[in-house]
């Protein structure tokens, strides 16, 4: 059995799903562990304790699960603003 993976938008009062602040996403092992990632500028997932503290009650801003598909949208509209921002 593969790899799962849940995926969650970071939202503040003032942003949207489908313009988050961040993206994080629980990668669930088949063997029953899970490591949590969040999205980095560099692009590339790096671990994070937001989730785990979001289930506690520890994190400042909201989470809203979405799909793989949405992520996916909302990394293309990361990397086009933090790529973009970088070429400038």
């Not at 949207?16 to 949590?36: K, S, Y």
């Not at 304790?49 to 400042?60: D, Q, R, T």
């Given at each position: ?44 997932w790096h671990r994070t ?12 801003d909201e989470l809203m ?18 790529v973009g921002n970088a070429?400038?």
């Open positions: 059995m593969p790899d799962t993976f849940t995926y969650y938008a970071i939202l503040d009062d003032q942003t949207t799903p489908a313009q988050p602040i961040g993206l994080v996403r629980r990668r669930e092992f088949a063997d029953g562990g899970f490591a949590d990632e969040g999205l980095h500028r560099d692009l590339n304790p937001a989730i785990v503290e979001w289930e506690h009650g520890n994190f400042p699960m979405v799909s793989e598909e949405e992520a996916e949208r909302i990394i293309e509209r990361f990397r086009e603003r933090w070429q400038a």
